[in-house]
């Protein structure tokens, strides 16, 4: 299997998650050709039900196509599946979109606030400064006293990020 086609399983892996990526590998590697349903489920070892719900959840995603055919003798439908990769670039470049857009909320959010610690513990939570005041400035958790948290690093890793992000949109990574 090439690097492109390793990538594709990991990104299904991360955004489906196991079974999805198995099947998307068996497909892969049958260089994008047409399978059966039943085929892909004997390759992985897997309930051929279980497979076709992956395959619809797939389909439904516009990341494979099918094609069905009738047995004349049988009057039953066979169903020969395809991957649509470039859809898996469309859906990988919506995704980074959509993280890009948190990353932005998140650091509007840590720009436009500022943050308490606790002096003692380790467990305890950050917060606001409006929190921090509501509790005089001692902390929710265990009682002891706040000070001001630095969050430059925060902003900085989110910066870079988000920069990163959108670099690799614009260059179609």
């Given at each position: 299997?090439?690097?492109?086609?390793?990538?594709?399983?990991?990104?299904?892996?991360?955004?489906?998650?196991?079974?999805?990526?198995?099947?998307?590998?068996?497909?892969?590697?049958?260089?994008?050709?047409?399978?059966?349903d039943e085929e892909i489920a004997k390759k992985i070892g897997m309930r051929v039900n279980e497979v076709r719900r992956v395959l619809y959840e797939l389909h439904n995603k516009q990341i494979a196509t099918y094609r069905k055919v009738i047995d004349p003798s049988t009057r039953w439908y066979t169903y020969y599946w395809k991957l649509n990769?470039?859809?898996?670039?469309?859906?990988?470049?919506?995704?980074?979109?959509?993280?890009?857009?948190?990353?932005?909320?998140?650091?509007?959010?840590?720009?436009?606030?500022?943050?308490?610690?606790?002096?003692?513990?380790?467990?305890?939570?950050?917060?606001?400064?409006?929190?921090?005041?509501?509790?005089?400035?001692?902390?929710?958790?265990?009682?002891?006293?706040?000070?001001?948290?630095?969050?430059?690093?925060?902003?900085?890793?989110?910066?870079?990020?988000?920069?990163?992000?959108?670099?690799?949109?614009?260059?179609?990574?």
């Amino acid at each position: 299997m090439t690097d492109t086609s390793e990538n594709i399983v990991e990104v299904v892996k991360m955004i489906f998650g196991e079974v999805h990526a198995k099947v998307v590998k068996v497909m892969m590697e049958n260089e994008g050709k047409e399978m059966r349903d039943e085929e892909i489920a004997k390759k992985i070892g897997m309930r051929v039900n279980e497979v076709r719900r992956v395959l619809y959840e797939l389909h439904n995603k516009q990341i494979a196509t099918y094609r069905k055919v009738i047995d004349p003798s049988t009057r039953w439908y066979t169903y020969y599946w395809k991957l649509n990769t470039e859809n898996i670039y469309t859906l990988i470049k919506r995704r980074k979109r959509r993280v890009i857009e948190l990353l932005k909320q998140r650091l509007e959010y840590e720009r436009n606030n500022t943050f308490f610690k606790c002096t003692k513990g380790e467990r305890c939570p950050i917060v606001t400064f409006d929190v921090a005041m509501e509790h005089y400035f001692k902390c929710p958790t265990c009682g002891a006293p706040l000070e001001q948290f630095d969050n430059s690093k925060i902003i900085e890793l989110l910066e870079k990020k988000i920069s990163e992000l959108e670099e690799e949109l614009r260059n179609d990574v």
